[in-house]
């Protein structure tokens, strides 16, 4: 399926609709659907010419804001593959992702561009995309293929791992979206994701599909909570997607009341378990909003949606169901010892088609049974009412702040280290219910590396998210029958 056929509707409504605005950032900046589609066809003409086209990767280490957005359609255009990578990630995790998947096109910003990194205003191939990016090709070997988008996330191989999705994935999402929410283009969104995170292909494309208005936020306005919360009480959006974390810090540090989000229809949440009390204190003061949990991971966005039923249990404990699976999939769950709960399988249009560069591991989350390719999601859930629970993970991923999160990136990152024999870790929750990391390091001696400057060498190979909070040092660690690490015995200390 073409990537113009994402594009199309987005087309359609700016040649009936020019002035409409489309995007929207902080400072009150905006670009029309009529510019949008005009800005974009240009850059997209550019591309071309410099044989951009299918097959074709083009890595993004851009803000997000009005030039990322039309890039990105220019992109979709030119039917090639958009990588958009995170522009606050340590340099050395940015030239691996970019080693990895050998870009045919680099488009960047002087501020956000590894200076060892022969391309962008480093070499003579380097020229003026727009007035604030700049944009280096590379001759790099290109076969055609439908993937749309390529998102890194955390790998239990100590690498991250790319998701290829296809322009059908992302069609099927936003036509599910769009239909499930209803959303007119009157309505205004609000993009609080990074662009590398998967949360923001509803912000960005449902939204622009829908032809209404989205809010552009950048990560200084999304780490500020009181900030935040006025940007959102200026835009009065009608739907807000983020993850429980963002939610839970702008309800604490934000300060909001019932005069806020006066205008808001739909509230979602993605990513994570929401504590209910913490939600709770959400639907108390938003009493005529629609509150939904939006579960499923990045190798198939959304595929299962659960809308919390009011009035409220006040005294619920246990966390809301994740819900229904969407229309247009399929799923079931793995054979299991205890009646309806095992392994969540998805199967359908939105599953992705496979890791890049990693067979082994693509081979390895799939299921070919009944005819159907299952995507096997690592999530263990159980069945009740006709809803789906979730149980927890069958392996060690950890999630935080919506982001996923394998232990072995971050142990194999420590062990690297001069001083470290080898490492272990494990997700601990606070007694908010937030969920930190714990690093048990072995160093083989009684004297701990300085913890000022371990986590400065973390801090050069890893996201922020990445860094363990809590570190606990011994000369060993405890090991099983076989040999290796006895996490059971670290998860039961005092």
Known sequence: MSGQTIYQRIVEYAHKFPDHIALVESDQSFITYGDLVRQSTRIAAYLTTNNITNGSRVALLVPKNKDAIVIILAVMLCEATYIPLDTHAPHERTRALISDIAPHALIASPETFPSDIPCQF??????????NL??????????????????????????????????????????????????????????????????????IWTGLNAGAQILLLDESIVKNARLL???????????????????????????PDNTSFSALQHFLFAGEIFVPQALHNWINILP?????????????????????????????????????????????????????????????????????????KTNHVFDFSEGKRWYKTGDWVREENGALIFLGRIDRMLKKQGYRIEPAEIEQCLERHPDILEAAVMGEKTTDHFIIL???????????????????????????????EKFIFSEVLPKSSNGKIDFQTLNQRP
């Open 438 to 468: 714990c690093a048990f390091v072995a160093t083989g001696k009684k004297i701990a590396p300085d913890l000022s400057a371990l986590k400065q060498y973390l801090a050069q190979h890893l996201p922020a998210y990445m860094i363990p």
């Open 288 to 360: 005529k909003t629609r509150f939904h949990n939006l579960y499923g991971p990045t190798e198939t966005n959304v595929c299962t949606a659960y809308e919390i039923e009011q009035p409220i249990d006040s005294e619920r404990q246990t966390p809301y169901p994740i819900g229904k699976i969407i229309a247009g999939l399929e799923y079931k769950i793995g054979s299991n010892e205890i009646a309806n709960s095992g392994e969540l399988y998805i199967s359908g249009p939105s599953v992705f088609s496979g890791y890049w560069n990693q067979e082994e």
């Open 122 to 131: 480093q070499n003579g191939f380097s020229t003026l995309l727009t007035s």
């Open 229 to 255: 919360v006025a940007c959102m009480n200026t835009w009065n959006p009608h739907i807000v997607y983020a993850t429980p974390s963002t939610w839970r810090i702008m309800y604490e540090y934000g300060k």
């Open 134 to 203: 700049g944009i280096s090709f590379f001759s790099e070997e290109k076969n055609k293929f439908d993937i749309a988008q390529i998102l890194y996330t955390s790998g239990s191989t100590g690498s991250p791992k790319g998701v290829c999705l296809s322009s059908q994935n992302i069609l099927h999402f936003v036509n599910w979206s769009l239909n499930y929410f209803s959303i007119p283009s009157q309505n205004r969104l609000t993009s609080i994701a990074p662009l590398h995170f998967d949360l923001s292909t509803f912000d």
